[in-house]
């Protein structure tokens, strides 16, 4: 009898320990973004972002979150130029990536969370774009950038519902995007403000 008892007990617990313990999540994302490259005569430029990821968790309190997000970035010139007989207005510079992000998630309560981690970026287009005394161009220079980012994020969090919450992260660029290095620094800079939903 004292086994069969100790027996239940056992499986009795194990179960409710497989209860307790969350699996991986997986969700979807998406929002605005408000990026620039580091420059003295730039300024931010409007885009959005969306993609997917799956939470991990690793104790109560900590959890891993890989993610793939498609991210429009880029900047915009504070300024006109004038070069010789040209006229040169509204130029600014659109990026297109495709991100996977790592963060490190602390619970600091059941709602609220924070987050750090590095970023991974693949640039799939760069289009510079402005114009020329009176007449728009659009230039695709993918060619004079470095196809691979590396920035470092930071951020923060709060789940409205269990599966619906909204997201705030900074992610500053730890390489240089630009080819040939004329002297200023072309990192990226990105703060993100969206949503997200998990299944």
Do not use: W
């Not at 007990?9 to 497989?18: D, H, N, P, Q, R």
């Not at 970026?121 to 590396?150: C, E, P, W």
């Amino acid at each position: 009898m004292k086994k069969h008892f100790l027996s239940l007990c056992i499986v009795i617990g194990t179960m409710a320990f497989a209860q307790s313990t969350d699996g991986p999540r997986f969700g979807v994302k998406a929002g605005g973004n408000l990026s620039n490259i580091s420059g003295s005569d730039t300024k931010s430029k409007v885009g959005f972002y969306v993609g997917a990821f799956v939470n991990v968790p690793i104790s109560d309190a900590l959890s891993l979150q890989p993610e793939v997000v498609y991210s429009q970035q880029g900047t915009k010139a504070k300024g006109d130029y004038e070069m010789a007989t040209y006229t040169i207005k509204n130029m600014q510079q659109n990026l297109d990536y495709i991100n996977v992000p790592v963060m490190v998630r602390y619970n600091a309560t059941p709602e609220f969370y924070l987050e750090a981690g590095p970023e991974f970026g693949l640039l799939v287009n760069a289009r510079a774009k402005g114009d020329i005394n009176g007449q728009t161009y659009k230039v695709n220079n993918k060619d004079s950038l470095r196809t691979f980012n590396f920035g470092a994020g930071i951020g923060l969090g709060y789940k409205l519902t269990p599966n619906i919450g909204i997201n705030a992260r900074y992610v500053a660029g730890l390489t240089e995007i630009a080819k040939i290095n004329l002297g200023d620094s072309s990192k990226n800079t990105n703060l993100q403000l969206g949503m997200s939903y998990s299944f």
